[in-house]
């Protein structure tokens, strides 16, 4: 009996102390998307007996590259980027994996309504004309979002005049002040009702629709990986399809982790973000988007064998 219950004991302390592990997770500055999905898996984490700490760090992917932080996020085009050493990445991280897709973002370029600019095609014979915004220097993916859009018409950022801006945010204000005629703004941000609100004159601001086909496709993942369309109808509630619907692009929001990170803490939080949908849109509305069945496309950033696990006792169709 002793024996026994000397190793009782010693079986509750391992499952305490594992429990106890405090999970490392980066986020960006307060109130960006990284941070705002990080505080929300912490809250559920920490509600569901894991003890998840964000960090609110900036440029984290080589932190998550060392094994200095446990998990971080990304779009799934900066996670092939980085995998890789390509587009806005100039080394490789090959010590980091893909856990999941949280939710999907969906973005566009948009000019005022008044120019008529329905979709990528409508901007040949006038690009040169037209204003858009380029550098992004301290938002480095977002060209490339811009790029693979104009692409699909056979146009490159050359083929305008290009007022450089610093931030995603940067060009959206710009677009607001008519200081550039294109810009990329995501769905229902708040930065791109603001700039529709200040062009109420001009018809406020309308997205410009990239082609559903197959080439119109091929051209954008060829600078964005991971990378998709979307057909959207018209919506008056939504800023930039009240007066038509449009073909915008969406990109998965991903979670990862160190290589090394153990693959039961990597299995316990692609479960948790799997089968908590509604605690995590509870804390931030950007997880209604969330499907379990998507959440592990094909990337170059291989997945995490934690993920994978989970992902076959689901019977989730998943990436290497």
């Excluded at 018409?153 to 610093?166: N, R």
Aim: proline content about 4%.
């Amino acid at each position: 009996m002793k024996t026994l219950a000397l190793a009782g004991l010693a079986a509750v302390a391992v499952t305490a102390g594992a429990n106890a592990q405090v999970i490392s997770m980066a986020t960006g500055a307060q109130g960006t998307l990284a941070y705002n999905a990080g505080q929300a898996v912490a809250v559920v984490a920490n509600d569901n007996g894991m003890t998840v700490r964000t960090q609110p760090l900036v440029g984290y992917m080589p932190l998550l590259q060392s094994g200095e932080v446990d998990f971080g996020y990304a779009n799934g085009a900066e996670a092939a980027f980085a995998y890789t050493g390509t587009g806005n990445f100039d080394r490789a991280h090959p010590d980091v994996r893909l856990v999941g897709v949280t939710f999907p973002l969906t973005t566009g370029i948009m000019a005022p309504c008044d120019l008529g600019l329905e979709n990528v095609d409508d901007l040949v014979d006038r690009a040169g004309e037209l204003r858009i915004a380029s550098g992004y220097t301290s938002s480095t993916i977002i060209p490339y979002y811009i790029i693979g859009s104009l692409a699909a018409a056979g146009l490159t950022y050359d083929d305008f005049q290009q007022v450089p801006v610093a931030s995603f945010a940067d060009g959206i204000s710009a677009l607001g002040d008519g200081l550039v005629d294109i810009a990329l703004v995501s769905l229902n941000a708040g930065a791109g009702q603001e700039a529709a609100v200040q062009l109420q004159n001009r018809g406020g601001l309308c997205y410009i629709s990239v082609p559903n086909t197959d080439d119109g496709l091929a051209a954008l993942q060829e600078a964005l990986p991971s990378g998709y369309l979307v057909d959207l109808p018209q919506n008056d509630d939504l800023n930039g399809l009240q007066t038509r619907g449009a073909t915008l692009i969406r990109v998965p929001w991903v979670l990862m982790a160190n290589a090394d990170v153990d693959e039961q803490v990597v299995y316990d939080m692609t479960r948790l973000i799997a089968e908590n949908k509604e605690a995590l849109a509870s804390s931030f509305g950007a997880f209604n988007g969330a499907n379990a069945e998507t959440m592990a496309p094909d990337n170059a950033m291989p997945y995490h064998p934690g993920a994978i696990r989970y992902y076959e006792e689901a019977g989730i169709a998943h990436g290497d």
